[in-house]
């Protein structure tokens, strides 16, 4: 081991609204989310979390199997209604001690708590009055994480602001297949800013609420390649990057906004008069505040075919589309050379002084068997080739840290409902029944090998290439 490197975290990832249940429950406010998937038409399967995994009430029992696990972290979000339930002022005791209690029982077992301030259940209340287009939410993320980090700041110690700004505005604000639903491209444009723009503010808060903390944020990066060699594609590539990728990297590491992507913007009048006119004088400075590490959640490749020329114009793709053996049940591509190219790019581009793998997964349907087994071996395969991906990183001196699967459950997935099985957990949701995967035995028995390994490096450890009995 390099003197003075520390052995890599492996843990398991959620977030509030689609594990905790209880969405009216002990004072919570509702949620963006909590409107949203009540609306019909809004959810594939018709279906809310109001009870999810009801985490809420059975916490202690998943704290247990993440432990069974040999979980060495637990990444998780706080409800902000669930806390503040008007978005700002009068703080709910009772929402609160539920997150105190949570993590007391982590560390108890051994599990290192890393706490996501948003992950995208804004307050019912603050939507009423604008929600993230308008400037004023800002000061209520600041404000709500002042009251949740002078709380838990004594005992947490790695602290995430936000989970994936990109989908916050572009899935909730442009294309409205995530809460709230809106279809206004400015107001994407000034969630997004908003968004970075709290995370800045709030980061001296938490140094100044937990002390000796990591802070970082949370992006969800994809590798884009162009799928021929044409000018067209090559242009597509860089649009999809800039969109999606350098719009938040840049202005996080004291770059701005890339221009290229304000003068694509502009021309496709998603501003007025082609301006960046809710960026205000020092806010770049703000959104570069200094921080600890970077989150990055990966899933997948775009490949980008221009929409500019006709096909028949184009060069022939040098990158066909992926076939369905290639892809999860969702329909993603399966990549792991991808997330090698992400982390290599973020780590020689930006130069974050460290990378927290924070999502990383796949959804598969397999259910329990006649013996109440659950032989998921393809999650297997896809967590064996990401972590050999990663483990490549590292070797290139990519500063990785940690390694958190999606997801610890099965969990409402968002607009997809409780379509789509992530879990390292299967759950019954008729019962809440939970039962360990056989990828959750191979987890448990590769996280041993970390630790028992004779030769120790960032990656210690055996690379377990068997399929657990499902035993114990």
């Known amino acids: 081991m390099v003197k003075g490197a520390q052995r890599m975290l492996w843990g398991a990832a959620t977030s509030s609204y689609q594990i905790e249940g209880a969405w009216n429950e002990d004072g919570k406010g509702e949620s963006i989310w909590d409107r949203y998937a009540h609306t019909p038409g809004r959810i594939k399967d018709g279906k809310t979390g109001d009870v999810a995994c009801d985490h809420y009430h059975r916490y202690k029992e998943d704290v247990a199997l993440m432990k069974r ?108 297949v995530h809460a709230p639903g809106a279809r206004d491209a400015e107001s994407a444009l000034r969630t997004a800013h908003h968004l970075l723009l709290s995370h800045g503010a709030a980061v001296p808060v938490i140094r100044a609420n937990s002390p000796d903390a990591e802070v970082g944020i949370t992006l969800n990066l994809i590798p884009a390649v162009p799928a021929s060699g044409s000018a067209a594609d090559y242009d597509a590539c860089r649009q999809y990057d800039g969109h999606i990728n350098r719009w938040f990297l840049d202005p996080l590491y004291g770059r701005d906004y890339p221009s290229d992507m304000v003068r694509d913007y502009g021309r496709k009048g998603y501003m007025p008069d082609g301006e960046l006119v809710f960026v205000e004088a020092d806010d770049y400075r703000t959104i570069a505040a200094p921080c600890d590490f970077l989150g990055i959640n990966y899933y997948m490749r775009e490949i980008c075919r221009s929409d500019d020329v006709a096909e028949e114009e184009n060069l022939p793709r040098e990158i066909p589309v992926p076939g369905s053996e290639l892809r ?23 130069r974050p002084p460290k990378l927290y793998i924070t999502e ?27 972590f050999a991906a990663a483990r490549r990183a590292a070797e290139q001196g990519v500063p990785l840290a940690g390694y958190f699967v999606w997801s610890l459950m099965d969990n409402f997935e968002w607009g997809e409902g409780y379509t789509q099985r992530f879990g390292l957990v299967w759950i019954d949701y008729e019962t809440g029944e939970r039962i360990l995967k056989d990828s959750a035995y191979w987890y448990a028995d590769f996280i041993e090998g970390t630790r028992t390994a004779l030769t120790s490096t960032l990656f210690s ?8 009995n499902g035993a114990g």
């Open 69 to 176: 696990i040999g979980l060495d972290a637990y990444r998780f979000s706080i409800a902000w209604p669930r806390v503040l339930p008007e978005g700002r002022g009068a703080t709910n005791a009772r929402g609160l001690d539920f997150y105190d209690r949570l993590v007391d029982e982590l560390l108890a077992n051994d599990v290192l708590p890393f706490v996501t301030l948003y992950h995208w259940d804004l307050p019912q209340a603050l939507q009423d009055r604008g929600g993230w287009p308008q400037r004023e939410t800002v000061a209520a993320f600041v404000e709500y994480t002042d009251v949740v980090t002078k709380a838990l700041g004594d005992r947490v110690k790695h602290w995430i602001t936000h989970n994936e700004p990109w989908c916050a505005a572009v899935l909730g604000q442009l294309i409205g």
């Open 328 to 350: 999860t049940d969702i329909g993603w591509e399966i990549y792991s050379e991808g997330l090698f190219d992400i982390l290599y790019r973020v780590h020689a581009t930006y």
């Open 360 to 386: 990383n997964g796949c959804s598969y349907g397999d259910a329990p068997d006649a013996d109440g087994r659950v032989r998921d071996e393809r999650r297997i395969a896809y967590l064996r080739d990401h």
């Open 461 to 468: 450890g055996a690379w377990p290439g068997y399929v657990h």
